[in-house]
């Protein structure tokens, strides 16, 4: 069009036309956005604080679902017809929704109880704090009080907390999609980054050479934003606002989530979401080893790491991540592989406000090399990093399914995330969550791959788990039930009597097998 117009080969009819076709295909796609705002809006509308109707705390699926059903038959089949995507639970707790839908309309009579059902669903909003009952709250409440649902669950080995999980695992899916959708939200169009910002900052050239831009590959490659460590991520932006001596010293486990905890920071910091002193900085995690294999002769070294630092001033835009802290400011680490005392070099830029820096290391490394150094410590904002709760952790396995599944061409289920988090807590007890969770989920992929499979199922978790351990996971097979049935004539062959004893121990034996919990 706008060819045609500036050198006029197009006739003024044509032109006219197109022009039309212009405005009508604003005018369309303007109408569908506020159609979809209202729709969205419609869904989302809360009820009034002090309101007694309680039609009025229901979701727009949850009363439609509702609408004069008469039994909790009808709710269920309207709520999913009407959600298609509710069918994902059914889907990844490995249930046909085809055949549980056969299996409801065989029943030879449908239980009336929406009464029970709607106190239920308000029951379930209410356990997860929600304001307003949802379809999800709605489902699972149907979990628990429909007789054919209940059944279905006990033929799968379900039980209701697997229910809530699962339709947790779809708000939060839903919550993702809505938000990319909403491409014209502040913090959408931030994610595209600004135009000529980082030509404000100095030149770094020594600075660049021996370490890696986390911001660059945040832009790049995209991260899975964090679970858990909130608190941690707060307190790392209040060390790195402060005036002086804005240092910051992450302390915990290799696993821990201390790497997660950094690149949070960052990329809040890369969209200016985060604390304005550290908005739009850059995060260079500084390769000492690199250094040391390049540079031999000490006093080079010296000279090359003042050069760095100063840069590190200069650029004024730069926050330095530096890795396994405690292998660098000790007199101890003198002489040994990857490891060098830059203390005397370091020291005198951590009191400059143009110096902040994030430092790594675990309890041991704190205890045992920084804090023999008071001079660096008392330099530093010691942050603890815990392990993050199973809970959390299973929100971020859920994150790595779907390009797990992308990559590999498989299906993983809900039962073995479910597995992958029970078993690991329960049998590796020497790496701390998420760690070990997420190389379980790693290494159960690749074995899946291994074997052609396409479903990653619990028995590829417990055979995982009892090849990593040692000890017996999983289904009973022949030989070991009847080992379990026979354990007191088994320990009678060294024990002489003492049979209240022997059984004790082989029915505790058989408990701990079995998964069953001690006898009240």
Known sequence: FAFGFSTKTITEEALSIMLGGIFLSFSILGTLFMIESFAERLKTIRPKRGTKNLADALSFESAKALWNASSSTKVLLRLVRENPGLRFVFNRLLLDWNSVQKKLREQSKEPENIPELIEKTFKVAKENSRETVGKEDLLIALCDIDPVLQEILREQNLNLKDISKAAGWLRILEEQIKEQKQWWQEKNLRRRGTLARQWTAGFSPTLDQFSSDLTESLKRQGVSRLVGHEKEVQSLERALSRIQANNALLVGEPGSGRRSIVHEMALRSMLGESAPQINYKRVLELDIPALLAQIQDPAQRET?????????????????????????????????????????????????????????????????????????????????????????????????????????????????????????????????????????????????????????????????????????????????????????????????????????????????????????
């Open 304 to 520: 090359y790491l003042d050069r760095i630092f100063q840069e590190v001033i200069q650029a004024g835009n730069v926050i330095l991540l530096i890795n396994d802290f405690h292998n660098y400011v000790s007199y101890k680490m003198q002489g040994k592989p990857g490891a060098v005392d830059i203390s005397q070099s370091i020291a005198k830029y951590l009191a400059s406000p143009r110096f902040p820096i994030i430092a790594l290391t675990t309890f041991s490394g704190l205890h045992q090399d920084i804090e023999q150094n008071p001079g660096i410590l008392q330099l530093l904002e010691k942050i603890e990093v815990p392990e993050i709760s199973s809970e959390e952790t299973y929100q971020m396995l859920f994150q790595l399914v779907f390009p797990l599944e992308r990559r590999y061409r498989i299906f993983i289920p809900y039962q073995a995330i479910r597995d992958i988090v029970r078993f690991s807590e329960k049998y590796i007890q020497a790496v701390p969550f998420p760690k070990k969770a997420v190389d379980l989920l790693e290494e159960a992929v690749t074995l899946l791959d291994q074997t052609k499979e396409k479903v990653l199922l619990s028995k590829h978790i417990a055979l995982l788990i009892s090849q990593k351990t040692q000890i017996p996971v999983g289904d009973l097979e022949t030989k070991e039930k009847e080992t379990l049935l026979n354990l007191e004539e088994l320990i009678h062959k060294r024990i002489v009597n003492q049979e209240e004893a022997v059984k004790e121990v082989a029915s505790a034996l058989r408990r701990a097998r079995t998964e069953i919990g001690s006898r009240k």
